[in-house]
């Protein structure tokens, strides 16, 4: 895989962290505030992309608009895109302006908000990140979950907006793991131990390398099968 911030050095100067300080437990949303492109073909996030390896010295992990989603920077480096969080956070654009979110067209917010929800859903899944939205003094505590980039950085930014359709955001998540596991559930009925034993072995496989549990929504039949006690490893 390719990214971006890899492949364009920004000329002003390194704009990231090679390393972490801390593990991953957070998950930050942005607006990138250009102008989103939303007649045709969406250019949004590659225009972001340019930007951001071109004049300011700050960073972050994926850009996303309706069409695109560009990763800029690789999860082991520490990007720069939330003052005070930036050692334990991953961070996502948006190609749009936070303030405007009722005033796009319906299609290309469903659009964009898909791309978004793909990328976090994935992260969520790899580190062991619940796939809900916490506050500032409970990310303080230790929780881990998925942020404004107004509840860390309240006094300076307001994106993703007060508008952001965080209910669709966490709806195509769920929606997406439903469906994954409702096909699963066919393909165990179909084929009987088969099937259960390979999901079981790669879950288990999973586990050890990424420290993911089975989600919480696997539909009942599937985590029977999963759980069943004749498994064993």
Partial sequence: MSFYLLDHPNPNGLSYSLTRGEPIRGIVLHTAENV????????????????GATTRRASWHVTVDKDSIIYMLPDRM??????????????????????????????????????TATVVKQWCELYDIPMKRISRDEYDSGKRGILAHADLDPSRRSDPGKDYPWDLLFEKMETDMTEFYIELEKLVTESGGNARSLFYTLELLRGLAEGVSIPANVPRAVAEAVLSPKHTY
């Fill in 78 to 115: 520490q990007a720069w895109h939330v003052v005070g969080y930036n050692s334990s956070t991953l961070g996502i654009e948006q190609a749009c302006q936070a303030s405007k979110w009722k005033e796009y067209p319906a299609d290309w917010v469903d659009a964009t908000i898909t791309n």
């Fill in 36 to 51: 989103a492109d939303t007649i045709g073909p969406d250019g949004g996030a590659e225009r972001v992309a340019s930007y």
